[in-house]
């Protein structure tokens, strides 16, 4: 397994539609342990491949999990598991393929985030509970149900593989204020981060005499 990049916003990758998979392959075990472990690195409970700048329907959740940081000479608890370097406990990792919502029950307000739009919550309307059809790992069509946080988190990795954003679902004023602090943020890190490329070529030039 290995770490991928999460594309963040205002990234193009984020807002184009995931294509069905028609067939499962090896390639795809490979894309889905390397998102579970992404996913687990950043941490999050979601994460939907075209996060991962790969647009095809299918997205790893996992509600549950909690990361275990141990002290010097503590032993890890019984079940523990390393991933990426990292200790976790109450891993029950979902794969879902070709993912299609067939049930949907009730409403929910939820204050959701996400890891292409880091550090920014807002509360989003879901449904409290709904029913996916979908295809595991191996290619066998599954049902789940879902409620709660799976059924919000399901929901949202959903809306990825249809190039949406949580963001996308506020009003065009609260929307708008997230897309110009983003914007702003994005552009204050591109100047650090060219005037910290300009000083270390300066450096360079002044050990060289030039």
């Known amino acids: 397994m290995s770490l991928l990049k999460i594309y963040k916003f205002p990234d193009l990758v984020l807002a184009k539609k995931a294509a069905p998979i028609q067939r499962v392959e090896k390639s795809l075990h490979k894309l889905a342990d390397d998102m579970l472990?992404?996913?687990?690195?950043?941490?999050?409970v979601g994460l939907a491949a075209n996060q991962v700048g790969v647009l095809e329907r299918v997205l790893v959740l996992d509600t549950e999990f909690e990361p275990?940081?141990?002290?010097?000479?503590e032993t890890p608890p019984e079940g523990a598991e390393v991933i990426g370097g990292e200790?976790?406990?109450?891993?029950?990792?979902?794969?879902?393929?070709?993912?299609?919502?067939?049930?949907?029950?009730?409403e929910i307000e939820f204050t959701e985030?996400?890891?292409?739009?880091?550090?920014?919550?807002?509360?989003?309307?879901r449904a409290l509970?709904?029913?996916?059809?979908?295809?595991?790992?191996?290619?066998?069509?599954?049902?789940?149900?879902?409620?709660?946080?799976?059924?919000?988190?399901?929901?949202?990795?959903?809306?990825?593989l249809d190039g949406k954003l949580f963001i996308d679902r506020l009003s065009p004023l609260k929307k708008e204020m997230i897309r110009k602090r983003l914007r702003q943020e994005r552009?204050?890190?591109?100047?650090?981060e060219a005037e910290l490329g300009e000083a270390a070529l300066q450096s360079k030039k002044h050990k060289k005499g030039l």
């Open 37 to 44: 472990e992404t996913m687990y690195h950043a941490p999050g």
């Open 68 to 73: 275990v940081e141990l002290e010097d000479g």
């Open 87 to 106: 200790l976790f406990v109450n891993r029950k990792p979902i794969i879902v393929v070709n993912p299609q919502v067939v049930q949907k029950e009730g």
């Open 113 to 125: 985030g996400c890891l292409s739009v880091p550090e920014y919550t807002a509360d989003v309307k």
């Open 129 to 160: 509970k709904i029913k996916i059809q979908y295809q595991d790992i191996d290619g066998l069509t599954k049902t789940l149900s879902a409620e709660g946080l799976l059924a919000v988190a399901i929901q949202h990795e959903m809306d990825h």
């Open 187 to 192: 552009l204050e890190r591109e100047r650090e």
